[in-house]
């Protein structure tokens, strides 16, 4: 069996909702009282890989989560599961709580996606970016491990793009929960790879031509 390899060709990078509800102490995500300090430690390793996807000339893609001011887009999750966003006005699209923390500001040619669901590809143009850029391999950081990171790894892999998560660059609330994601999608959606992995397949790449 052919094992898949960490490219430049062909190849995006997806930052997953890097935001300021989920990832900054004043987001409205901490407000609820859920341990955003455990995604902050995504923030450092994810901008190591967008300075090797940028000096590679990979694509950038973010995602962004929000709901409409009035959460009528929220579905089950804000009526029923997690009703305490919509208490502290989390997430609001066109709010500071949904813009990407500054350490990770996307430039004036990279991709940006909104969503409303876990998946980047649920009901907005992903696919499409990446048809149009004619990508067929993803590489992955972000938050959360369990919630949008696996939900959109398994996504892409069940549309056959060759997918690798970037282990150290992805983090979860609840640790026990980041460890059983990363084995799950291993199993059968991704291959898991590290920061320096990416940073070196890439570097190798670029000194190749």
């Given amino acids: 069996m052919a094992a898949m390899e960490l490219a430049r060709d062909k190849t995006a990078l997806l930052v997953v909702d890097m935001q300021n509800s989920f990832c900054d102490d004043d987001g409205g995500c901490g407000k609820t009282g859920l341990p955003i300090k455990n995604l902050q430690a995504a923030i450092k390793p994810c901008v190591k ?3 090797a ?16 001011p ?40 990279d991709f940006i996606v909104d969503k409303n669901r876990p998946s980047s590809f649920y009901a ?10 004619d990508v067929d391999s993803l590489v992955v950081c972000g938050v959360t491990t ?3 990171v696996e939900s959109t790894v398994r996504d892409a ?36 790879v590290s920061v320096a992995d990416v940073e070196g ?3 190798m790449a670029q000194a190749a031509e």
């Fill in 157 to 192: 892999s069940h549309r056959d793009y060759k997918t690798f998560v970037v282990q150290d660059a992805v983090a979860e609330l609840d640790d026990e929960r980041h460890q059983v994601a990363l084995k799950s999608m291993a199993m059968l959606f991704a291959n898991l």
């Fill in 124 to 133: 907005t143009n992903l696919e499409t970016i990446l048809n149009g850029l």
């Fill in 53 to 68: 996807a940028r000096a590679a000339g990979i694509p950038v893609i973010y995602t962004r989560y929000m709901y409409r």
């Fill in 70 to 109: 009035d959460y009528a887009d929220g579905g089950v999750l804000i009526k029923h599961l997690l009703p305490e966003l919509k208490e502290t006005q989390a997430l609001q699209a066109g709010t500071w709580d949904i813009e990407v923390v500054p350490e990770l500001q996307p430039q004036a040619d």
């Fill in 49 to 51: 890989v967008v300075a």
């Fill in 146 to 148: 369990n919630c949008c």
């Fill in 201 to 203: 397949a890439w570097r």
